[in-house]
């Protein structure tokens, strides 16, 4: 039996395009739901999983529906063989239940690897480049040197509460409590 999984990332998305394709190749059975591939609970993909019996195979439109990442793609592939079920991919072409669909899912995953490695390698070497020429990336501190001495004023006061104090200096007792973890007593 051809199982059909269909999965779009938000509300404003359409499933209908993947819904035909899954019926066009003969899907009996199609799951479908809204959420985030890189969501590890997906209700609808685990009732399509507890579904399954062995012999049957998973179909998805595009690799990516069932998927974000290549760890989770071959975890997930991984199970499925496990269990005796097969995984089939309509747009790569992708089909496990013979040993070509085999090697070809496994060159795909590693593939995808090796662009991902190229992507960090990017990234770092940008990164590294940018901190040479005395840019560093992330959020702005909240507070300056200026702010945290008159925390520290605020704060040696026992009349002033540390909502009090957050709130002169105008943040949030949280963000306080980040810079001065003890509050009063981390003066």
Request: hydrophobic fraction near 40%; include cysteine.
């Given at each position: 039996?051809l ?17 035909v394709?899954?019926?066009e ?38 690799l ?15 199970g ?9 991919s ?8 013979s040993?070509g669909?085999?090697?070809v ?26 901190r ?33 104090a ?8 949280a ?13």
């Amino acid at each position: 039996m051809l199982v059909g999984y269909a999965r779009v990332s938000t509300h404003d998305q359409d499933p209908t395009l993947q819904r035909v394709a899954l019926h066009e190749v003969g899907c009996e059975q199609v799951f479908e739901e809204t959420a985030s591939g890189a969501q590890r609970d997906r209700p609808e993909l685990s009732a399509a999983l507890a579904y399954m019996r062995k012999g049957d195979t998973l179909v998805v439109w595009k690799l990516d529906r069932l998927a974000r990442s290549v760890r989770q793609l071959i975890e997930t592939v991984e199970g499925l063989e496990a269990r005796g079920v097969g995984f089939r991919s309509i747009t790569e072409n992708i089909d496990t239940t013979s040993p070509g669909g085999k090697l070809v899912f496994h060159l795909f995953a590693a593939l995808a690897e090796f662009e991902r490695g190229l992507i960090r390698e990017r990234t770092l070497a940008g990164l590294a480049s940018a901190r040479a020429l005395g840019r560093t990336g992330g959020r702005p501190r909240s507070l300056n040197d200026r702010d945290m001495v008159m925390i520290r004023a605020l704060l040696a006061d026992k009349q002033i509460s540390v909502a009090e104090a957050a709130k002169q200096v105008g943040i949030s007792p949280a963000t306080l409590y980040r810079y001065f973890p003890g509050g009063r007593t981390a003066r």
